[in-house]
């Protein structure tokens, strides 16, 4: 996710600081009702917020990258003004227009702020552990992504998306690799991706909190909750947890692999997520 242009910060400030101006503007509304506005300071105003409507839709031009569906609100606002603008008196116009600046402005914060959160996946891992006839077995996953949106003073807002190719995983036996991504266990061509979104988070201890949300691997989605312990160290933000899972429940070992007492239904999961642009709790 990336949102970065100068000249759509430009527009961001000149569209907040149009916003500052509404005390100017009533007056000059109830100037226009009493027939007293000068026509120049009218065409100065019109003049002005043909400016702002121009750089409002590079505004949301640039949202779409990284927040679609705010842009796509802003746009029905701005197309709503434009429909409408033979019917309205002009002044109602200019603040309509304000409006729909102040929504972007607002949109664009929020699609910037997610944006700086990313993952640093050299620095990250997402391990598990189960057991075969009693013995532990050691995987992990090479590929995976995340998309955070989180602010450690405000938990209750965070949106975190969790994607992982299932076709990556790896325990250091390339024939049993080969066994893995069939259909008896992670069926990789019908179902590449393990995915896990946030529903609720909420803060549990000074630097911890707990995740809840749904895990879905083969079609099958689960409610997990998972613990999450925060560090914070030179600019980066390190997510450590483990949680367990029984892999039946997402059919992970079907036919003959599920007798258990081959291969235990009990399976944790370990990771460590390493994050920039994080805010300090």
């Not at 702002?52 to 590079?58: D, E, G, I, Q, V």
């Not at 299932?166 to 990789?188: C, H, M, N, Q, R």
């Not at 988070?201 to 083969?218: N, Y």
């Amino acid at each position: 996710m990336i949102y970065q242009s100068s000249g759509i910060m430009d527009f961001l400030k000149e569209a907040t600081a149009e916003q500052h101006r509404n005390a100017e503007r009533r007056r000059l509304q109830r100037e226009m009702v009493s027939g007293r506005l000068p026509v120049d300071t009218y065409r100065n105003w019109l003049g002005q917020m043909l400016l702002l409507h121009s750089a409002l839709w590079s505004g949301i031009v640039a949202c779409r990258v990284s927040s679609p569906a705010l842009a796509d609100v802003a746009r029905q606002g701005l197309r709503s003004c434009e429909r409408r603008q033979e019917h309205m008196n002009p002044l109602n116009l200019i603040q309509s227009i304000a409006s729909t600046a102040t929504f972007v402005v607002l949109a664009a914060a929020a699609a910037n702020a997610q944006a700086q959160q990313r993952l640093v996946p050299a620095q990250s891992e997402i391990d598990f552990t189960s057991k075969q006839m009693g013995v532990p077995v050691d995987g992990k996953f090479k590929k995976f992504d995340a998309q955070v949106a989180f602010d450690p003073k405000k938990p209750e807002a965070a949106k975190i998306g969790i994607a992982i190719d299932l076709a990556s995983v790896s325990i250091g036996a390339p024939e049993t690799e080969a066994e893995l991504v069939k259909p008896d266990w992670f069926s990789t061509k019908q179902f590449p991706q393990a995915t896990f979104r946030s529903g609720t988070v909420k803060r549990t201890g000074p630097a911890q909190f707990e995740v809840a949300g749904k895990l879905s691997i083969k079609g099958v989605s689960h409610d997990v909750i998972v613990p999450v312990t925060l560090a914070q160290a030179g600019g980066s933000t390190t997510a450590t947890g483990a949680f367990p899972i029984k892999r039946l429940d997402f059919k992970i070992g079907e036919g003959d692999w599920q007798d258990t007492s081959m291969v235990a239904k009990d399976v944790q999961i370990h990771f460590k997520l390493v994050l920039t642009g994080v805010p300090a709790p």
